[in-house]
């Protein structure tokens, strides 16, 4: 909760605050980034799983699930970046919950489509055998 309340900072582009380099500073610095990468990881993970779960169970869902993860994982982090931080700036306007999200995102897109795929081929490659056992 702690890290959590640094997100919700006014943020104001005219006074913008000076960073605190000392070393007892940065176990603070390191838990925010934690929690950005943790919140980012939830998120993908629940996205790979909904998303790898129904391509594989649902053969309509899955030509446009597949197509559309293999364009968008084709997109570099950095191109989803430039858009996504001015629109949760937008979002979010005075604040750094804007920033925050923006960097979750980043690292959202940079982990998720390889998360999805994972997930979509664990289950469509278990043997017809296996399948029948669980049911």
């Not at 293999?70 to 979010?92: D, E, I, R, W």
Request: hydrophobic share 55%.
């Amino acid at each position: 909760m702690h890290f959590g309340h640094g997100m919700l900072v006014a943020l104001d582009p005219s006074s913008v605050p000076d960073l605190d380099f000392s070393t007892g500073q940065i176990p603070y610095y390191a838990g925010r980034t934690l929690l950005r990468i943790w919140i980012a990881f939830c998120f993908s993970l629940l996205f790979a799983i909904s998303l790898g779960y129904l391509a594989a169970k649902n053969g309509a869902a899955r030509a446009v699930i597949l197509l559309a993860l293999n364009v968008l994982q084709s997109v570099p982090v950095l191109g989803f970046l430039s858009a996504t931080a001015a629109g949760f700036m937008v979002l979010f306007p005075g604040s750094l919950l804007g920033v925050e999200c923006a960097a979750i995102f980043a690292i959202f897109t940079g982990q998720v489509w390889n998360m999805a795929f994972g997930f979509y081929h664990s289950i469509v490659t278990i043997p017809s055998n296996m399948q029948e056992a669980d049911g």
